[in-house]
C-alpha cells in the first residue's frame, strides 16, 4: 500500500558529499517518522538519522555533525544531506517510514522499507 523510492545514492570521493531523498507514495493520510539506516557488508543494519512529523530529529553520533536530515510532510518525502564523506560511510542506505496511518480512522501501526541505495565512498 505504501511505496518508498530512494534516489542519490553513488559513488563519491572521501571528503564529498551526497544527498539522498526518499519519497513515499500510496495511501497514507500521515508518517509518524521517516528515516534513513545503513547497512555495510557483515554488519547489521543501523540508525543514521530520524525525523517525526513534527520536525524532532535522532542522528546517530557516528554522523553527527556530517548528516542532516530533513523531511517535506506535504511531499512524504525524506531527505538526508551528507557531507565529509568516510569510507566507512560505504553502505546500502535503506529509507524507513514508520507510524503510517492510511486513513484518518486507523492506527498509525504500519512499517514499510525501501528497497535500499548503495553508497560508496572510495578514491
Known amino acids: 500500500q505504501v511505496q518508498l523510492v530512494e534516489s542519490g545514492g553513488g559513488l563519491v570521493q572521501p571528503g564529498g558529499s551526497l544527498r539522498l531523498s526518499c519519497a513515499a507514495s500510496g495511501t497514507i493520510f500521515s508518517i509518524h517518522a521517516m528515516g534513513w539506516y545503513r547497512q555495510a557488508p557483515g554488519k547489521q543494519r543501523e540508525l543514521v538519522a530520524a525525523?517525526?512529523?513534527?520536525?524532532?530529529?535522532n542522528v546517530a553520533d557516528s554522523v553527527k555533525g556530517r548528516c542532516t536530515i530533513s523531511r517535506d510532510n506535504a511531499k512524504n518525502t525524506v531527505y538526508l544531506q551528507m557531507n565529509s564523506l568516510k569510507p566507512e560511510d560505504t553502505a546500502v542506505y535503506y529509507c524507513?517510514?514508520?507510524?503510517?496511518?492510511?486513513?484518518?480512522?486507523?492506527?498509525?501501526?504500519?512499517?514499510?522499507w525501501g528497497q535500499g541505495t548503495q553508497v560508496t565512498v572510495s578514491s
Open positions: 525525523i517525526t512529523s513534527d520536525g524532532t530529529t
Open positions: 524507513n517510514a514508520d507510524g503510517v496511518r492510511h486513513y484518518w480512522w486507523t492506527n498509525p501501526a504500519h512499517d514499510y
